[in-house]
């Protein structure tokens, strides 16, 4: 409590203390967190100088189009997955140099799983093999991550070795599994977890999703209200629980819109016509695309990991464990098996988004996922994951990947070649780490 | 209940016979035997360096020791880890404090015995409730239940520390140095709560190097020099200055039992 004894008849004990402005006072009162501000702020910057960039230089802003942003949003999927389990590893004062190979390598299982090993026993296209195959994939990250966790906890290695070791070990492993070749084309159904106009859920599906979505938010705030109530605990003012619903929604619903109105390549929906067997009127038929399966599967693994790095135990333990690993040890808590179970459930987060990454090339190749690693460590850290450990959220690491996809994607579109793109985004991450060495000592 | 004090010749609650452990070939505690009856505050004194938080820390699990038995009640028991100390009652407030500085107080009261909701999630709503009442009688000025605890004073850290080991019901607690970040108001509050506690008739090791707070609160104090115990003694038995006389110069005065640290002269 700042000291405000010196003020003269002071009416209402919420009064905004004079050193305080609107903003900090407006922040403070609906609990939104600086950082995140700052983030959307830098984002929005990234989009806009990329579009006014394209319209000045090239005559044509291609990157605030519903086509950019719903790809990019695809793009977006496979990092922003790995990257919210690396908050976990990273709060906890490690690092995992592995997991672009440990995406290829459970890639690869994945691909001679369906293509050369299940239709002999099972047959061609039975509806079981993406299931299977998902299945496995996600078992075989969790199982060679619970590997490089027990190296960790229990042989005492630094994570930076055991995982720089599974770097190469695990690219080497993937290239043995199938001598170098590249396997194509994977099981239909499996294909579809990629996104794609037939890998999206179309307009009624998303709207529904979306309106769902409003529905948890306002569920969300209202379950907290009330608890708070219960025992008498202080609560946000009610125009900021509004604010705070709207705003949700509003972003949400937002988001919905765009999906829907990016349509259908010509093409497919004359392939889809003809298929099915209705006429594609005059003007064009409008299919929109909706959500990407792989945006879904990201936003679930976001709200999955959010909800058990903040509402469950392991969670607790997870960032106890990075504050002040000893005190956590004496407060009975099993640090190492603890690790053992980050490095696993990363490791699984890899097979999931090896589901995500070869669905979408339909198929695999022996370097997918080459460099992830550090993709996946940037988003990390852009987002807020503080390599001291301690401190770290998973919308964070998110929207850090959404960042470092949007940098890519917008100089890919603006006709930046490949050596431009990598000093940009070499730069890009140590800024973004000085700015938030700046936040935090201002912070104190 | 009844009260197995010392003074009846009942079970001691803490014995700690024969312990030793080493250091790369460094003896920190050399054949240490100390005992603990219910409703007692005893002192452990001595130099930086003299084995005192080693001994203790053998109790509350954090060191293995390498000989000697730790019985409670009587019973022979094994301490392997913090959580086995924990499972007997045995609470520590460290010198360290071992807070987890990024989480808030509640989290780091219940740290490793959170509260849980029907479903198994945290009910952080329920720990914030305790940590207010236990919070409330230690340190009522405490309000900043949402922050950190790194961005608490010491003496706020201190009370979450302290509140920490109440909590639970603990049967014997450690404080290694529970005063030191406090100022002289906390201070004795944290002697009433000593006092209070010592009514409900838990055991309380203290180690301190404010001699005139040891002879305030404690019943007997135990001497450590060089990883040995140079002499057990009630306060009521001897003085201020032969209690130093133990600590510097490792010489037991006619009050006190001797222990193998003891000068011979």
Known sequence: MSDTSHQPAKTTTTATTPQEGMLTSFLRKTEIDQRLLGMVGALLLIWIGFHVYGQIANGFGAFLTPRNLWN????????????TGMVLVIVTRHIDLSVGSILGFSAMVMA???????????????????????????????????????????LAIPAFIVTLGGLLFWRGMSYMLARGETISPLDQTFSLLGGGPFGSVGATVSWVLGIVACLGIAALIIAGRSQRKRFQFPLRPLWAEWFLGLVGSALILGFVVLVNSYPWPVGIVRQYAEATGITVPEGGLFISHGFAIPVLILIVVGIAMTFLATRTQFGRYVFAIGGNPEAAELAGINTRWVTVKIFALMGALCGLSAVVASARLNSATNSLGTLD?????????????????????????????????????????????????QIVVGSVLVVAVWLDTLYRGRAK | MTMHTREAGGTPLVALTDISISFGGIKAVDHASVDLYPGEVVGLLGHNGAGKSTLI????????????????????????????????????????????????????????????????????????????????????NFRRFKEPVKSLSGGQRQSVA?????????????????????????????????????GDGIGIF?????????????????????????????????????????????????????GPGAVKD
């Open chain 2, 57 to 140: 820390k053998i109790l509350s699990g954090a060191y293995k020791r390498d000989t000697g038995s730790i019985k409670i009640n009587g019973e022979e028991v094994r301490i392997e880890n913090p959580r086995d100390a924990k499972d007997y009652g045995i609470e520590t407030i460290y010198q360290t404090l071992a807070l987890a500085d990024n989480v808030d107080a509640a989290a780091n009261l219940f740290l490793g015995r959170e509260k849980l909701t029907r479903w198994g999630t945290l009910d952080d709503v329920a720990m914030e409730a305790d940590a207010r009442r236990v919070m409330g009688r230690l340190n009522p």
């Open chain 2, 162 to 198: 302290i509140a920490r080991a109440i909590l639970f019901n603990a049967r014997i607690l450690i404080m290694d140095e529970p005063t030191a970040a406090l100022g002289p108001q906390e201070t004795a509050q944290v002697g009433d709560l000593v006092k209070q506690l010592k």
């Open chain 1, 112 to 154: 001679i799983l369906q293509v050369r090993v299940l239709p002999d026993l099972i047959g061609i296209g039975h509806p079981m093999i993406w299931v299977i195959t998902v299945v496995a994939g996600i078992a075989i990250g969790a199982l060679v991550g619970a590997f490089h966790g027990y190296l960790v906890a229990y």
């Open chain 1, 72 to 83: 990019l949003s695809v793009q977006t999927a496979s990092i922003g997955i790995m990257a």
């Open chain 2, 206 to 258: 203290m180690i301190d190097h404010d001699i005139h707070q040891v002879f305030d609160l404690c019943d007997r104090v135990v001497v450590m020099k060089n990883g040995q115990v140079v002499g057990t003694a009630n306060v009521k038995d001897v003085t201020k200055d032969e209690v130093l006389g133990m600590i510097i110069a490792g010489k037991c005065p006619a009050g006190a039992v001797p």
């Open chain 1, 373 to 421: 690693e550090l993709y996946v460590i940037a988003a990390a850290v852009i987002g807020g994951t503080s390599l001291a450990g301690g401190v770290g959220t998973i919308y964070g690491a998110i929207l850090g990947a959404v960042v470092m996809q949007s940098l890519q994607t917008g100089m890919i579109l603006i006709g930046f070649d490949a050596a431009i793109q």
